[in-house]
């Protein structure tokens, strides 16, 4: 898959892969997603925890939506789910309104005559008219994606869910078994003791 020219000349492009390190199309992805993510809400970028991110994934993607959409990590609201799916959620806290986008299933597999000259290509058998098929399916295949917009990779579905509570601040207290401060609501209590959860194994094991 070829990035078009014009999504890689965008400023707000350049943003996220300056914090991404790199340009891929994972990266677009979460670009595409978190822009149509937006629009579905008439949102703009969270300043705080307005917005809410839900990922599927840990791929790419998730850094070009925290960059657009102000979800973060470390804002609180940006949730990740251990899934593996292309699949993102994204609430509003103001309207309450919620969407899913889900990549289509296919939209990143070539066709098959563009599978198999990159086959050849790869084996080292490819002539240089396929090379240049190749490189014009490629490019055609991507422009008219590209073309469609966002929605053209994803699924829209509209989505009701129970908002999760704002990221709360607790103080810290000593884990009972190696002596750091660890958030008091993430001990967990073993008879009149508390530990950390890297400890809990070694003292209940």
Avoid: W
């Amino acid at each position: 898959m070829i990035i078009p020219q014009h999504i890689l000349d965008r400023e707000d492009y350049k943003a996220c892969a300056v914090f991404h390190g790199h340009v891929c199309m994972g990266l677009t992805l979460g670009y595409m997603a978190a822009k149509l993510g937006l629009q579905q809400l008439a949102e703009k970028r969270a300043a705080d925890e307005e917005l809410i991110c839900i990922a599927e994934t840990d791929a790419c993607g998730c850094d070009a939506i925290q960059v657009l959409t102000g979800c973060t990590f470390g804002k609180g609201n940006f949730i990740y789910r251990d899934i593996g799916k292309m699949a993102f959620t994204f609430v509003s806290r103001t309207s309450g309104a919620g969407v899913r986008l889900a990549m289509k299933q296919g939209v990143m597999t070539p066709p098959a005559a563009e599978q198999q000259l990159l086959e050849k290509i790869r084996s080292g058998s490819a002539s240089k008219e396929d090379i240049k098929s190749y490189e014009k399916m490629g490019e055609e295949r991507s422009q008219a994606l590209f073309n469609g917009g966002p929605e053209a990779f994803f699924i829209v579905e509209e989505v009701t869910i129970a908002l999760p509570q704002k990221a709360r601040m607790a103080p810290s207290k000593l884990c009972d078994n190696c002596g750091e401060p660890v958030m008091q609501t993430k001990l967990q209590a073993v008879g009149d003791k508390q530990f950390c959860r890297d400890c809990l194994g070694q003292v209940s094991g």
